[in-house]
């Protein structure tokens, strides 16, 4: 038995700590380079944005469904009780129901609300729904939209690739040069989906450079990878990766480095690719001197670059932010068809990845179980979107889309039930989402903050963050199985996600097929030994789950995989190994593909100039390329309110990364607030100067709070996603294309006054006796704790 308690999270394990002033979360003591963000859960910076009672938006409540959509995020709530609150989005789901049928509801939902395998909101939400005859699903995700449809037909799915990365320990047993288009950020591996374990990414780095490997970063940014060593920085313009892959295949074809027997015999399609790459097919090779009048790169380095990937064992990587682009679905699919071209798939050290750098888990060396999963059911609705789609979806009921090959319309959508993300951070040209989500009757969310999709609601339901409930906590790769235990108890009146559905199940009269008579702690130890059956199969032993909770912590580390190589086996058998495409090989070229005969997406990868990048025309009105990548201080836009995040902060809003050259030539100087702009929106950011951005591109994080100003629209705290474009990828993946985007910056033509993010909704009322009345949050003390909370008043 352990005496220390733990909780999860996506940042890592923490160590819960009694003290005189409550309890604070300490980093696992075996972390060797933990993630302060997740230290700050506790804070009182983000207690004071809590939604603490049940709320209803005061013309919803005062005149029902539909009235005065304008006003989403412009009026106060009316604060109420619990039963009232139940019985209000029952009904709500009963109208429609009875009206428009279940086809008529979204259940939104990201995966990133909970590290724990019960409390997760998306499998919460989709599970009720689902108990009362369905809804319509999303499909894919921001981070991978294009990734998930392209490269099942090219190589496998994303979700076994991230599983079987070659390790980190292998690598730096082989690999001799190590390639990657996007870097290796160190703060996008700060996290797992469902909670990291020992943060490994700096280490493996640093191994690998003093084992000699040399390390090129391909990226408009310099800070890309750190090994402790020297890394080659060839800063190509943003969007312009294809065409340096091109290049890169071009030399290494001409120079005879091609493996023409792996191509022969891992792959189909070469021969409809081979002319493309040398010009046969359309009278323009793809050579380091048409790559170079792309890229802005000299054509000499890319020559010599192509050599030494062609004589070294060499490991390609790619990061997510490229597939988020216009035509994204070409990088991953070029740099596959580059790495076979190079024939070291499947052998330790070379090949190809992923994502290396974006979650922690990817290059781990930990077993691959399956952790515990709270079954969803069946849903009977068909209609879906990709999930980048929901302004599509909003304003064009009716009309079709396509998709991987598909054609499917978009359901007329008039309640949204949203529980576990903030769709005012994850989506692209927020001015117009929110125009679109003015659109449905009803908006009914489960938030613990007023985030800014909470303010834009209906009806908002407070519910309990993971430092209030227990949880099991696993994540494939990650090496640990957490019992995760409480911090503290609910602040308020908040709720689990599960106590809330299943009040509402049993109002709808469907509380045992939704709960299966099970309360929270029925479920956790139904679905802890459920996984411990299937890891006794698997040779792994675990306690009971009394057991479990009295321990705490397994590690599982003893089951680690001694040299996990990507795609070994299919490199030693491809015939007993095939891969999971059509043909069970490498498809360069795919027949399934070139059938949907899309202009946007043909049967091979292609260079496709991107709608919005330096060479487009509209680059001489928006001059600068807009990098809108993932924070350093928050995931997404979770714990933004934090003392951590804010400590970031220039003037109270997000800082934008720019050139000195570029600041030069518009006057701007280092610390000062300047506006990012083009024709889709703008918004106010802290200037921050450094040469590790190229000149004519700009960085600025995603998840800041969405802050629009009511009298001009422009967003006060620095979020990017004012500016970047709702369209998709293309007609295959439909998925995000925010880095494509052009923007310009200036000095504010006015003195801006504060940013007001973290200023509380005005909130009306108190619950009714018994509900967890809460003195600090009346009418009289509510702007005093605003203001508190660090925020100007």
């Known amino acids: 038995m352990s005496d220390i308690r733990y909780s999860a999270a996506h940042w890592g394990i923490y160590e819960i700590e009694a003290g005189p002033e409550g309890p604070r979360l300490l980093p696992m003591r075996e972390d060797p380079d933990a993630s302060p963000i997740g230290l700050h859960q506790l804070a009182p910076e983000l207690s004071a944005m809590r939604v603490r009672r049940p709320a209803v938006r005061r013309s919803f409540l005062d005149h029902g469904p539909g009235a005065r959509t304008e006003l989403r995020g412009k009026e106060p709530f009316v604060e109420i009780s619990w039963d009232e609150a139940i019985r209000l989005v029952a009904e709500e789901l009963t109208r429609v129901r009875a009206r428009h049928g279940n086809e008529a509801i979204f259940g939104g939902s990201y995966g990133w609300a909970s590290a724990g395998r019960f409390h997760h909101a998306q499998s919460q939400i989709h599970r009720f729904l689902n108990s009362i005859g369905g809804y319509v699903a999303h499909r894919d995700s921001y981070s991978l939209g294009a990734a998930r449809v392209v490269l099942p037909h090219v190589v496998g799915t994303m979700d076994e690739l991230m599983k079987s990365h070659t390790s980190w320990d292998v690598l730096a047993d082989h690999c001799e040069l190590f390639v990657s288009f996007g870097g290796v950020p160190a703060k996008n591996a700060q996290i797992s989906q469902a909670g990291a374990g020992r943060h490994r990414l700096r280490a493996a780095l640093e191994r690998m450079a003093r084992a000699g490997c040399q390390f090129v970063n391909v990226s408009p940014l310099a800070s890309g990878i750190e090994t402790g060593g020297p890394v080659e920085w060839l800063a190509a313009r943003p969007g312009s990766d294809t065409a340096l892959m091109l290049g890169l295949a071009f030399e290494i074809h001409a120079s005879g480095l091609h493996d023409r027997e792996f191509l022969s015999r891992y792959c189909v399609g070469w021969e409809r690719f081979e002319p493309y790459l040398t010009g046969a097919s359309d009278g323009q090779p793809k050579s380091a001197d048409w790559a170079a009048e792309l890229t802005g790169l000299a054509a000499g380095r890319i020559r010599d670059l192509a050599r030494r990937m062609g004589e070294k064992r060499t490991m390609i990587n790619a990061a997510w932010s490229l597939?988020?682009?216009?035509?994204?679905?070409?990088?991953?699919?070029?740099?596959?068809?580059?790495?076979?071209?190079?024939?070291?798939?499947?052998?330790?050290?070379?090949?190809?990845?992923?994502?290396?750098?974006?979650?922690?888990?990817?290059?781990?060396a930990h077993a691959r179980l399956s952790g515990p999963t709270l079954p969803q059911g069946r849903n009977a609705v068909q209609a879906f979107i990709p999930v980048a789609r929901i302004a599509d979806m909003l304003e064009r009921p009716g009309d079709g889309f396509a998709y991987d090959g598909g054609h499917y319309r978009y359901p007329d959508i008039r309640l949204i039930y949203w529980a576990g993300g903030n769709p005012f951070h994850h989506h692209q040209d927020l001015g117009r989402l929110e125009r679109a989500w003015q659109k449905p009757e009803t908006i009914v969310v489960h938030e613990p903050f007023w985030t800014p999709t909470a303010r834009r609601a209906d009806i908002v339901l407070p519910v309990t963050t993971p430092t209030e409930r227990e949880d099991i906590s696993y994540a494939t790769l990650e090496g640990y199985l957490v019992a995760s235990r409480p911090v503290s108890p609910p602040l308020g009146a908040a709720l689990d996600d599960y106590e809330i559905f299943r009040r509402i199940a049993a109002h709808l009269d469907v509380e045992d097929a939704f709960s299966e008579g099970r309360d929270t702690e029925a479920w956790l130890r139904h679905l802890y030994d459920g996984m411990r059956r299937r890891w006794a199969d698997a040779g792994v032993a675990l306690p009971d789950f009394d057991g479990f909770r009295a321990v705490g912590r397994?590690?599982?580390?003893?089951?680690?995989?001694p040299e996990r190589i990507c795609l070994e086996a299919f490199r030693a058998d491809p015939a007993a190994a095939p891969l999971p495409t059509p043909s069970g090989r490498i498809e360069i070229h795919s027949e399934t593909v070139a059938g949907f005969a899309l202009a946007d997406c043909p049967g091979h990868p292609v260079w496709l100039p991107p709608a919005e990048w330096l060479g487009a025309e509209l680059a001489a009105r928006y001059p600068l390329h807009l990098i809108s990548d993932q924070p350093e201080r928050r995931l997404h836009s979770q714990l933004d309110p934090s003392p951590h995040s804010r400590s970031g902060k220039i003037a109270g809003r997000e800082p934008v990364t720019m050139h000195p050259a570029d600041a030069a030539a518009r006057g701007l100087n280092d610390g000062e607030v300047v506006e990012l702009f083009n024709d889709r929106g703008g918004c106010l950011a802290g200037l921050r100067l450094s040469e590790a951005a190229m000149p004519g591109v700009v960085r600025l994080a995603t998840g800041a709070w969405f802050d629009p100003d009511p009298e001009t629209g422009r967003d006060r705290h620095g979020n990017p996603n004012v500016l970047t474009a709702d369209r998709p990828a293309s007609s295959l993946s439909q998925?995000?294309?925010?880095?494509s985007c052009l923007v310009e910056i200036r000095r504010p033509p006015e003195t801006p006054g504060p940013p007001r993010p973290f200023v509380l909704p005005e909130l009306i009322a108190a619950a009714a006796p018994g509900e967890g009345a809460d003195p600090e949050r009346s009418e009289a003390g509510r702007n005093d704790r605003s203001d508190a909370a660090g925020q100007p008043p």
């Open 554 to 561: 397994i590690d599982l580390s003893s089951h680690d995989e």
């Open 735 to 739: 998925g995000c294309a925010a880095q």
């Open 323 to 364: 597939q988020r682009a216009d035509h994204g679905e070409q990088p991953f699919w070029m740099l596959v068809t580059l790495a076979a071209m190079l024939g070291q798939i499947g052998l330790p050290g070379g090949g190809f990845g992923l994502g290396y750098g974006c979650e922690n888990s990817i290059g781990s």
